[in-house]
């Protein structure tokens, strides 16, 4: 699988483990956080600060690939995004006082950091993507450009397998170490206390959740702020994770950043002039089918990055929890269901290649294009599942007015983890593919800016997540799960009726 590649390889995909930790980190708490943090009630408050947050991360790499294709300084442009995103995670995670007391203050400052995390992101990662495809510009590597971006892909999931996990057990090891145990439903039914919303029954949940866990069921107004500033200051320490790693990633692109291309010093050779010198036509017609694709991907990213919301919130209303207890700590909470995205990208890789390799020496290759339209449709299967899975359960409304549901109403966690499975599979006919179609039809002197074109289209199905978390709340269960299901099917089909188009001009 690693024969013939080039030496950069690696090491690029090494220095792109510490951001894909601390995405996945904020995939598995922010929303939750959001919520508990600042007492949003059902939640969309929270889902829209999400949605722009992460729609930013994805737009602000066209901006990160405007100022590395105009100034040619990739790897400078590369090792700011990495100390700015760093700076980013040490803002969100300075512990301050839950409930809070100042919403515009820690609001915007929270909101700050956010943003230098997502800025840092937008001029690090498409450039990264860049520099990657580059070194499959050389003939002696050209054939192996999908198989080099779906190794990437893995080597950069390594750490987010662990993200969620080490997140949610340092999380639950601070709420254990002042005198609690973790309880999922409490943060919500402390803020409902706080802000008057609270139903009788939900109350009389409250009073025996607080006993069961170590608090005072007699004084609950002591109990609630207590409790949620200790579970919030667990989030805060979580997020502080993500800077180690950051560090790490930044002392592994120093040191092999020479390892790695520089377009400012690409010349024409005899070998690559006819990549150089393309006549306008074709970059045209290079141009039109980038955007073409940027669009219909627009509602897979709508539907895929759903794991961070909908799905999120499925798990931590719906869902029965996983218990590991490590004696120190345990792992448990809803944000232990975001490692199995990680975990299957790196397990099922080698199988996806395999196949595509198999395939490729039966005569039965796949195109790029078709690929994209067969895990597009995939994703439509795995929010099919979701459907049958919720048809029995109650509306957001019915939950919250009893103050959640017991553990023998929730359903299995194999529920959502077979879920994930098939989303990553759809993940991995989708995403690295992608990056490789990009790297491949993009002109020359558009490359950066046209990995931050891809970004972009993830950024504007990214802006939409919080129309996920409305009908969560507000229609059935099944049905919100339909509109993903209808999103992935109008992407599949859209790509194969512009199939034979992006065929040709990916020739």
Not at 382 to 395: R, W, Y
Not at 406 to 429: H, K, M, N, Q
Not at 444 to 454: A, D, E, L, S, T
Not at 462 to 469: A, D, P, T
């Amino acid at each position: 699988m690693f024969k013939n590649h080039p030496k950069g390889l690696i090491p690029a995909a090494l220095a792109n483990m510490g951001e894909r930790f601390g995405f996945y980190i904020m995939m598995a708490i922010l929303l939750l956080f959001l919520n508990n943090k600042f007492g949003f009630t059902g939640g969309s408050t929270g889902a829209i600060i999400y949605s722009v947050f992460y729609a930013l991360i994805y737009i602000l790499a066209l901006v990160g690939g405007l100022i590395a294709d105009k100034t040619k300084k990739y790897k400078t442009t590369i090792l700011v995004g990495l100390l700015l995103m760093t700076v980013g995670y040490l803002i969100i995670a300075i512990p301050t006082k839950t409930p809070v007391e100042n919403m515009p203050l820690i609001l915007g400052f929270t909101c700050l950091g956010l943003f230098a995390i997502a800025f840092g992101n937008g001029l690090f990662k498409g450039n990264l993507q860049a520099v990657v495809g580059q070194l499959y510009d050389n003939p002696k590597y050209s054939h192996k450009r999908e198989t080099g971006f779906q190794i990437f892909y893995m080597f950069i999931n390594i750490g987010a397998m662990f993200a969620p996990l080490m997140a949610v057990g340092l999380r639950n090891w601070w709420v254990r170490s002042q005198g609690f145990e973790f309880n999922a439903d409490l943060p919500k039914l402390c803020n409902q206390y706080i802000d008057g919303t609270i139903t009788a029954d939900a109350q009389t949940r409250l009073s025996e959740l607080a006993a069961q866990v170590g608090g005072n069921a007699d004084n609950l107004q002591e109990f609630v702020n207590s409790y949620l500033n200790i579970f919030i200051e667990g989030y805060h320490y979580s997020f502080g994770i993500a800077i180690f790693a950051m560090l790490i990633s930044l002392a592994i692109f120093v040191t092999n950043k020479k390892q790695l291309p520089d377009p400012s010093l690409k010349t024409a050779t005899k070998e690559d002039s006819h990549i150089v010198e393309m006549d306008a036509k074709e970059v045209k017609q290079r141009l039109y089918a980038l955007f073409a694709v940027f669009g219909v991907v627009i509602f897979f990213w709508f539907s895929f990055h759903q794991n961070g919301q909908t799905l999120t919130l499925f798990a931590d209303d719906y869902t029965r929890m996983i218990n590991i207890d490590l004696g120190f700590t345990t792992l448990q909470g809803a944000e232990v269901f975001q490692a199995f995205n990680p975990i299957f990208v790196v397990f099922l890789t080698p199988i996806i290649i395999g196949l595509f390799g198999w395939l490729k020496a039966k005569g039965l290759e796949i195109s790029t294009p078709k690929k994209i339209a067969i895990g597009m449709g995939i994703a439509a299967l795995a929010f099919t599942v979701m459907i049958l899975g919720s048809l029995e359960l109650p509306s957001a409304s019915e939950r919250v007015a009893i103050g959640g549901l017991s553990d023998s109403a929730r359903v299995t966690p194999w529920l959502l983890i077979g879920t994930y499975f098939i989303l990553t599979i759809a993940e991995l006919f989708i995403s690295p593919l992608g990056i490789a179609f990009v790297s491949k039809v993009a002109p020359p002197k558009y490359q950066g800016i046209m990995q931050g074109g891809w970004l972009s289209a993830t950024a504007l199905g990214n802006q939409l997540l919080f129309v996920g978390v409305i009908f969560y709340n507000s229609i059935p269960l099944w049905a919100t799960w339909l509109i993903f299901v209808a999103a992935c099917l109008i992407s599949m089909f859209t790509m194969l009726f512009m199939l034979k188009w992006l065929e040709r001009v990916a020739k």
